[in-house]
């Protein structure tokens, strides 16, 4: 059986070149880490495009000196915007999104130098509206600095997330330690901010993503994407599934956010599309039923022992899939 082993990063536990790996040496498959803009990206994209990765000492969320990493490719700089500035690198304690900024991501975009950047926007600790970055850049004022625009005219905003600009900080506020009030305050602030700014990104879809970063780079000439059908394509995914007879994904927690543009939602998509059958594998499943295309669902569920529950998850889920696989459309 060719089977193709697709998952995206177990959060806080395993990265998807991690996860893709372990499925692949418990089962001979072929390990292709996905992503949809947010973590394992920088996994993902570097495992099609090669390159190298660096780190650079940026601004972090809350002003102090971080280290960021991005991967430099061949005309390429990809970067996650939670290296800079995502709610990771913020203690709990200190969550704040009226104090967090995206200094550090702008930082990082300058230090892509003339390549295009591939930007991916999840796990922020921001509801800035790309303020910023757009400082970081040169661009604010009456004399935008013309480096810090051609940056923004050469990137790639991975979005996971289809929120509009306005919605963000009733959608993500919360989980980034905004209290009801500052909800108010933040929803007010964005609503002036786009008043500001040189393009009305207010209906754009995804112009919410990372709290408004990637609706105000849009501003500036960014092209906003959607990541996990972006990262797809880059990665020859279609092309790999032609070869497949079992596609292996999963992520930390399998839920109804995982079917709505993200990565694992879209790998169920792009193989019941081919005919090609999946099993899961998962930390905790969540949902009432299997998606159509799904045969088998195997849960993992001791985050301290992750490496070991993946690799027999994936073994359980190719024995169960085997019993029912399908014929093959071909």
Same mark, same amino acid.
């Given at each position: ?24 040496? !418990?089962? #001979?498959?072929?390990? +292709?880490?996905?992503?949809? /803009? %947010?973590?394992? $990206?920088? @996994?993902?994209?570097?495992? &099609? =495009? ?60 300058? !230090?892509? #130098?003339?390549?295009? +950047?591939?930007?991916?926007? /999840? %796990?922020?600790? $921001?509801? @800035?509206?790309?303020?910023? &970055? =757009? ?71 995804? /112009? %919410? ?8 780079? &849009? ?73 159509? %295309? ?37």
């Amino acid at each position: 059986m060719r089977i193709l082993c697709a998952p995206t990063a177990f959060k806080e536990t395993l990265s998807a070149s991690e996860a893709a790996r372990i499925m692949a040496d !418990a089962t #001979g498959g072929e390990p +292709v880490p996905v992503a949809d /803009g %947010g973590d394992g $990206t920088l @996994d993902a994209l570097e495992s &099609a =495009l090669g390159g190298r990765r660096v780190r650079r000492r940026v601004t972090g969320p809350l002003g102090d000196p971080v280290d960021a990493e991005m991967l430099l490719a061949p005309g390429v700089a990809v970067i996650e915007m939670a290296s800079a500035s995502g709610l990771k690198l913020v203690p709990l304690h200190r969550r704040d999104p009226l104090r967090t900024r995206t200094w550090g991501v702008g930082e990082l975009m300058s !230090a892509a #130098g003339s390549r295009r +950047v591939w930007l991916g926007v /999840g %796990g922020s600790a $921001t509801v @800035d509206g790309g303020l910023g &970055a =757009l400082a970081a850049l040169g661009v604010l004022g009456p004399r935008p600095d013309p480096a810090g625009l051609a940056v923004i005219r050469r990137t790639t905003v991975l979005c996971d997330v289809r929120t509009r600009f306005l919605d963000a900080p009733r959608i993500f506020g919360p989980q980034k330690g905004a209290t009801p009030r500052q909800v108010r305050l933040l929803e007010e602030w964005l609503r002036r901010w786009s008043a500001m700014l040189p393009r009305d990104i207010r209906k754009l879809d995804g /112009g %919410g993503a990372a709290g408004g970063l990637a609706g105000g780079l &849009a501003a500036f000439g960014a092209r906003l994407v959607a990541g996990a059908p972006f990262i797809l394509k880059a990665v020859h995914f279609d092309r790999r599934l032609r070869r497949a007879d079992l596609v292996l994904t999963g992520e930390g927690r399998f839920d109804a956010t995982s079917l709505v543009g993200k990565a694992p939602g879209e790998v169920i998509v792009a193989a019941r599309s081919r005919g090609v059958p999946v099993a899961v594998v998962c930390g905790r499943w969540s949902l009432p039923r299997r998606p159509r %295309g799904v045969i088998a669902v195997v849960e993992s569920r001791d985050p301290a022992r992750a490496r070991e529950g993946v690799a027999r998850a994936a073994a359980e889920a190719v024995r169960r899939a085997a019993k029912v696989r399908p014929s093959r459309r071909r």
